[in-house]
């Protein structure tokens, strides 16, 4: 069983240009949760998706940052115009259905932005 | 808003156990502990959770207070690949809810 995951894992963007980050979960998992960290910083959460449905995007900039978890296919983080304060690690983790089961965390995408 | 305190920082000599402390003083009933580490820069890795039982895996041992405010993660013999950052996080057992990461713990092994 694979685990979960993201692409690519290193992503190098030009100020201004989009930035798209996916995260395939493990195999029967419907929950999507995406993180990210800055140099020297803990981990920070952006947003919760179900397939379909986005549940909880408190942690989300309000502008610039996107995420969709469609039915078929991975989840997606994009960030569009992206400035160098967007540099960070960007961790995906999967879980199951349930609200007492444990969260599993891809090994990243780590974003610079030139 | 963080629910536990941790250490900053511990050390523990290879071959030993290493004890890390999580005060969770406010932790309510349906609350689970969990505990992850994150290596260097890795993807933080799943070690254990509980709710109010002790719990033991192939990675660690989770010892939980009986009256719930305060754990230990034991990991029975430390190696050098067991330095990370250590967190221990509480969660509401309800679908949806995220996993918040304070601080946590920077154990270091040392030979």
């Known amino acids: 069983n694979a685990g979960v995951m993201q692409n690519p894992r290193h992503l190098v963007r030009r100020r201004g240009q989009e930035a798209r980050l996916r995260c395939s979960p493990m195999?029967?998992?419907?929950?999507v949760y995406w993180y990210r960290q800055l140099p020297e910083e803990g981990l920070k959460f952006m947003v919760y998706?179900?397939?379909?449905?986005?549940?909880?995007e408190s942690g989300m900039p309000k502008e610039r940052f996107s995420a969709e978890f469609p039915k078929e296919g991975p989840s997606i983080l994009r960030i569009q115009q992206v400035v160098r304060g967007d540099s960070a690690a960007y961790f995906c983790?999967?879980?199951?259905?349930?609200?007492?089961?444990?969260?599993?965390f891809g090994q990243g995408t780590r974003l610079t932005v030139v | 808003d963080a629910k536990t305190t941790q250490p900053p920082s511990m050390d523990c000599a290879e071959g030993r156990a290493a004890n890390l402390p999580c005060n969770h003083s406010?932790?309510?009933?349906?609350?689970?502990v969990y505990w992850y580490r994150q290596i260097h820069s890795q993807g933080p890795q799943y070690i254990i959770h509980?709710?109010?039982n002790n719990e033991t895996n192939e990675m660690a041992s989770l010892i939980i207070t009986e009256d719930r405010k305060s754990s230990t993660l034991i990991l029975p013999h430390a190696t050098l690949r067991d330095t990370a950052v250590y967190y221990c996080i509480v969660r509401v057992a309800n679908t949806g809810n995220q996993f918040y990461f304070g601080t946590g713990t920077s154990l270091t092994v040392i030979p």
């Open positions: 406010t932790i309510s009933g349906n609350e689970y």
């Open positions: 509980g709710l109010k």
């Open positions: 195999k029967g998992h419907s929950h």
């Open positions: 998706l179900q397939k379909e449905n986005i549940i909880d």
């Open positions: 983790a999967s879980s199951p259905p349930g609200g007492y089961t444990e969260a599993f």
